[in-house]
């Protein structure tokens, strides 16, 4: 009878999900209601003894990384910070101390990390903005304005001194991309390294009133191997992790921002050289303007805007096939961008602001974005794009519309609607011509952080009638310090279309499990942990016919220096959707619904980041399409000349045995980086990269000098040659020269 009633309500409910699916996901529920009722349990920490007083100061405070001044002597300390990795059970062994303070302009932060434990050389690799974390000594610092341990702010500072911000987004998730006008010094001998930072009032959202914001500071100290932050956060989560901050108690409030307003022109000058050896020289002026319509509310207004100085894309082979994703760089479209650009899944996304302005320039656009309340987010941007009339291509104009709700502790329900449409063509049909989407999703985070889920629905419409179609889509994760798990389902209608999204297959029906155990060793032992991984994944037609399978198993091995090896086994079977070239160097393809199984093995290890020289290893070998085989080679070394020169290598190999046609092919990608960090202002990167499998050479040199926070002059020279699919070579040269202007 129950299933009879399930039947019925999805056949009504249009969604195009059958009965099929449904009792293929029960086995799936079964092994969540076993997990969910499995006796676990976890140390719970009480976060309101984990508290810190800020207070007014009416005392100058000059940013030096000297903490001479009454205030620091006055100031509240957070202290005795607790271990994260290699153990959470106790205090930190390498002290730290925090203070807070702040007057009508800045918050200030200040922190002092002692050697008291292990001392030695500070582990660097550049004075290059937002490095990576998991290969400096560090200091983060995660701010949660509105206490409703979602949103937020990080900054941070590496031993030298070289600047870390994003905005922060589920919790957990740093999006590095933001940047912002903040200030900083770190000094730093043997014993110690002070950090004193001023962050603008103007330069974060914040709702006014509000006398309790979510606070941590976490220390990575990698001669000690050793994590740790102020309020207590479990091994398995980011430090930054805001389900587990602690709280900053303001004694009066925060003081109003006021009129806050920001102009930031540019102009450039572009020469291009292609094919054809002609060179154009191309000026361009334009800017952005931001605008607080409250604390929390932005306006930004982008006109004529030019992303020239926009890092390039790490070349990769492509032996997948379905298309790749690369992220989004240009800065207008950063901030808030979780709002816009997280709403789905990685391969199920209805937003997807690279499809803006790929073919035609950007005239200009407008983005109000922000948090309404403590509980409400909103995000709306228009885009309008040129039409060329020589390569037939209309004018378009693409909108977003998101609204966020936050329920429960820390979950929320999000809306969107994306259109994308033709406007002023002498084609009618392109003029009329539109593609919309709109979606919901809910997302459930537990309050200690362990748990969370996600369904999602959307709904396409279209100037064809028939390109309407449905995704449905969700899953279930638990994360502890030794278990982790994850079941999740997809439905992609066939007719589903999101023009301006990132969703590479469709017509599919997916089902995945895979979990995972760690076991900790002896304290007196280098290894850490070790423990297997075991996942299955599922695709199937709409028809419930089944098209891929892959079955997974890898034993992981994490040691006390944060070194790590892996190794994994694994089975595929594909049943092509559509003709496929396996090498896709168009040699030949195999045909659709032809089917292909095999099995391959593989091994990665990660060394210690304290060495100056660091590496990344992996081999594969085994089995391909079309009864092949396919052997791979995969390095990324590094050398650090600290902190001056970083350099970085990529040498990957793929050899691919396959009957005629295509018989033997091998392809080499290489990529050499060098950054090069004259001071935390200066920077000067230049990137080299051969594809062999497109033929493609790329040189990549940009010069940065930061004169003034958020303020910067940019030479950027680029150059292409591709043989794949045709022949293309060419050059350009930028100068750039932008100005932040606080008005």
């Given at each position: 009878?129950?299933?009879?009633?399930?039947?019925?309500?999805?056949?009504?409910?249009?969604?195009?999900?059958?009965?099929?699916?449904?009792?293929?996901?029960?086995?799936?529920?079964?092994?969540?209601?076993?997990?969910?009722?499995?006796?676990?349990?976890?140390?719970?920490?009480n976060f309101?003894?984990?508290?810190i007083?800020?207070?007014?100061?009416?005392?100058?405070?000059?940013?030096?990384?000297?903490?001479?001044?009454?205030?620091?002597?006055?100031?509240?300390?957070?202290?005795?910070?607790?271990?994260?990795?290699?153990?959470?059970?106790?205090?930190?062994?390498?002290?730290?101390?925090a203070?807070?303070?702040?007057?009508?302009e800045?918050?200030?932060?200040?922190?002092?990390f002692?050697?008291?434990?292990?001392?030695?050389?500070?582990?660097v690799?550049?004075?290059?903005?937002?490095?990576?974390f998991?290969?400096?000594?560090?200091?983060?610092?995660?701010l949660?304005?509105f206490?409703?341990?979602?949103?937020?702010?990080?900054?941070?500072?590496?031993?030298?001194?070289?600047?870390?911000?994003?905005t922060?987004?589920?919790?957990?998730?740093v999006?590095?991309?933001?940047?912002?006008?903040?200030?900083?010094?770190?000094?730093?001998?043997?014993?110690q390294?002070?950090?004193?930072?001023?962050?603008?009032?103007?330069?974060?959202?914040?709702?006014?009133?509000?006398?309790?914001?979510?606070?941590?500071?976490?220390?990575?100290?990698?001669?000690?191997?050793?994590?740790?932050?102020?309020?207590?956060?479990?091994?398995?989560?980011?430090?930054?992790?805001?389900?587990?901050?602690?709280?900053l108690?303001?004694?009066?409030?925060?003081?109003?921002?006021?009129s806050?307003?920001s102009?930031?022109?540019?102009?450039?000058?572009?020469?291009?050289?292609?094919?054809?050896?002609?060179?154009?020289?191309?000026?361009?002026?334009?800017?952005?303007?931001?605008?607080?319509?409250t604390?929390?509310?932005?306006?930004?207004?982008?006109?004529?805007p030019?992303?020239?100085?926009?890092?390039?894309?790490?070349?990769?082979?492509?032996?997948?096939r379905?298309?790749?994703?690369?992220?989004e760089?240009?800065?207008?479209?950063?901030?808030?961008?979780?709002?816009?650009?997280?709403?789905?899944?990685?391969?199920?996304?209805?937003?997807?602001?690279?499809?803006?302005?790929?073919?035609?320039p950007i005239?200009?656009?407008?983005?109000?974005?922000g948090?309404?309340?403590?509980?409400?987010?909103?995000?709306?941007?228009?885009?309008?794009?040129?039409?060329?009339?020589?390569?037939?291509?209309?004018?378009?104009n693409?909108?977003?519309?998101?609204?966020?709700?936050?329920?429960?502790?820390?979950?929320?329900?999000?809306?969107?609607?994306?259109?994308?449409?033709?406007?002023?063509?002498?084609d009618q049909?392109?003029?009329?011509?539109?593609?919309?989407?709109?979606?919901?999703?809910?997302?459930?985070?537990s309050?200690?952080?362990?748990?969370?889920?996600?369904i999602?629905?959307?709904?396409?419409?279209?100037t064809?009638?028939?390109?309407?179609?449905?995704?449905?889509?969700?899953?279930?994760?638990?994360?502890?310090?030794?278990?982790?798990?994850?079941?999740?389902?997809?439905?992609?209608?066939?007719?589903?279309?999101a023009?301006?999204?990132f969703?590479?297959?469709?017509?599919?029906?997916?089902?995945?499990a895979?979990?995972?155990?760690?076991?900790y060793?002896?304290?007196?032992t280098?290894l850490?942990s070790?423990?297997?991984?075991?996942?299955?994944?599922?695709?199937?037609?709409?028809?419930?016919?089944?098209?891929?399978?892959?079955?997974?198993?890898?034993?992981?091995?994490?040691?006390?220096?944060r070194?790590?090896?892996?190794l994994?086994?694994?089975?595929?079977?594909?049943?092509?959707?559509?003709?496929?070239?396996?090498?896709?160097?168009?040699?030949?393809?195999?045909?659709?619904?032809?089917?292909h199984?095999?099995?391959?093995?593989?091994?990665?290890?990660?060394?210690?980041?304290?060495?100056?020289?660091?590496?990344?290893?992996?081999?594969?070998?085994?089995?391909?399409?079309?009864?092949?085989?396919r052997?791979a080679?995969?390095?990324?070394?590094?050398?650090?000349?600290?902190?001056?020169?970083?350099?970085?290598?990529?040498?990957?190999?793929?050899?691919?045995?396959?009957?005629?046609?295509?018989?033997?092919n091998?392809?080499?990608?290489?990529?050499?980086?060098a950054?090069?960090?004259?001071?935390?202002?200066?920077?000067?990167?230049?990137?080299?990269?051969?594809?062999?499998?497109?033929?493609l050479?790329?040189?990549?040199?940009?010069?940065?000098?930061?004169?003034?926070?958020?303020?910067?002059?940019?030479?950027?020279?680029n150059?292409?040659?591709?043989?794949?699919?045709?022949?293309?070579?060419?050059?350009?040269?930028?100068?750039?020269?932008?100005?932040?202007?606080?008005?």
């Amino acid at each position: 009878m129950l299933e009879s009633r399930i039947k019925t309500v999805f056949l009504k409910s249009n969604l195009n999900v059958t009965y099929k699916l449904i009792l293929k996901l029960r086995s799936f529920a079964l092994v969540v209601c076993i997990l969910l009722t499995a006796n676990y349990s976890t140390a719970q920490i009480n976060f309101e003894d984990f508290q810190i007083e800020i207070k007014k100061t009416n005392e100058p405070i000059l940013i030096d990384g000297i903490l001479d001044e009454n205030t620091w002597k006055e100031a509240s300390v957070g202290k005795d910070f607790f271990m994260i990795t290699p153990i959470d059970t106790g205090k930190a062994t390498q002290f730290s101390e925090a203070r807070v303070a702040f007057d009508d302009e800045f918050l200030y932060i200040s922190i002092i990390f002692f050697n008291n434990a292990v001392q030695g050389d500070y582990v660097v690799e550049s004075l290059q903005r937002d490095f990576s974390f998991g290969k400096n000594d560090n200091f983060l610092v995660a701010l949660d304005p509105f206490d409703n341990q979602s949103t937020g702010f990080a900054f941070g500072l590496n031993a030298y001194g070289a600047q870390w911000d994003g905005t922060m987004y589920n919790g957990r998730n740093v999006d590095l991309n933001w940047d912002t006008k903040w200030y900083s010094e770190v000094k730093f001998d043997r014993d110690q390294w002070v950090c004193e930072i001023a962050i603008p009032f103007k330069s974060i959202r914040y709702e006014e009133g509000n006398r309790r914001w979510g606070i941590n500071f976490s220390r990575l100290d990698l001669k000690a191997s050793e994590k740790s932050s102020w309020a207590p956060v479990p091994r398995q989560f980011p430090s930054v992790s805001l389900a587990y901050a602690g709280a900053l108690i303001w004694n009066t409030p925060p003081p109003p921002q006021g009129s806050n307003i920001s102009l930031i022109p540019y102009l450039s000058n572009n020469a291009v050289r292609t094919n054809s050896n002609d060179t154009d020289n191309a000026f361009k002026l334009g800017g952005d303007i931001k605008y607080n319509l409250t604390s929390a509310l932005n306006l930004d207004l982008t006109i004529n805007p030019d992303f020239s100085q926009a890092e390039v894309d790490q070349q990769v082979t492509n032996l997948d096939r379905f298309e790749l994703f690369f992220p989004e760089r240009r800065q207008f479209f950063l901030e808030n961008a979780d709002l816009f650009s997280n709403f789905g899944y990685k391969t199920i996304r209805p937003f997807f602001s690279r499809r803006i302005g790929l073919n035609v320039p950007i005239i200009g656009g407008v983005r109000l974005s922000g948090n309404v309340n403590e509980n409400w987010r909103i995000g709306v941007m228009d885009i309008q794009t040129q039409k060329d009339e020589s390569l037939g291509l209309a004018a378009e104009n693409f909108g977003v519309l998101t609204v966020q709700r936050k329920v429960l502790d820390r979950s929320n329900i999000s809306m969107i609607f994306v259109n994308k449409q033709g406007i002023n063509s002498a084609d009618q049909t392109a003029s009329s011509s539109y593609n919309r989407n709109l979606g919901l999703e809910y997302n459930y985070f537990s309050t200690d952080n362990l748990l969370d889920s996600k369904i999602l629905l959307l709904r396409s419409f279209d100037t064809m009638k028939d390109n309407r179609g449905g995704v449905l889509a969700s899953h279930l994760e638990y994360q502890s310090t030794r278990w982790n798990w994850r079941v999740q389902q997809e439905y992609v209608a066939g007719n589903y279309d999101a023009e301006v999204g990132f969703v590479p297959r469709k017509n599919y029906i997916k089902l995945e499990a895979v979990g995972g155990h760690l076991f900790y060793t002896d304290s007196d032992t280098p290894l850490l942990s070790h423990g297997p991984q075991v996942g299955r994944t599922y695709f199937f037609d709409t028809d419930f016919g089944k098209k891929d399978q892959t079955d997974q198993f890898k034993y992981l091995f994490n040691f006390k220096n944060r070194s790590r090896f892996s190794l994994s086994w694994s089975e595929n079977f594909v049943e092509l959707l559509s003709d496929f070239d396996p090498i896709r160097t168009r040699i030949a393809s195999l045909k659709a619904g032809s089917q292909h199984q095999w099995s391959s093995f593989s091994a990665a290890y990660d060394s210690k980041p304290q060495n100056r020289f660091t590496y990344s290893l992996g081999a594969l070998t085994g089995g391909y399409y079309n009864q092949g085989k396919r052997s791979a080679f995969l390095s990324e070394l590094g050398y650090r000349f600290q902190p001056i020169l970083e350099i970085n290598t990529v040498a990957n190999y793929n050899r691919i045995e396959l009957p005629y046609p295509w018989n033997t092919n091998s392809f080499w990608l290489l990529g050499i980086k060098a950054n090069l960090t004259l001071s935390n202002k200066l920077f000067f990167s230049n990137l080299y990269q051969y594809n062999e499998q497109l033929g493609l050479w790329n040189f990549n040199s940009r010069f940065q000098w930061r004169y003034k926070p958020a303020s910067d002059i940019f030479l950027v020279f680029n150059s292409n040659e591709m043989k794949i699919p045709e022949l293309a070579s060419g050059w350009n040269l930028t100068l750039k020269v932008n100005y932040w202007l606080n008005l």
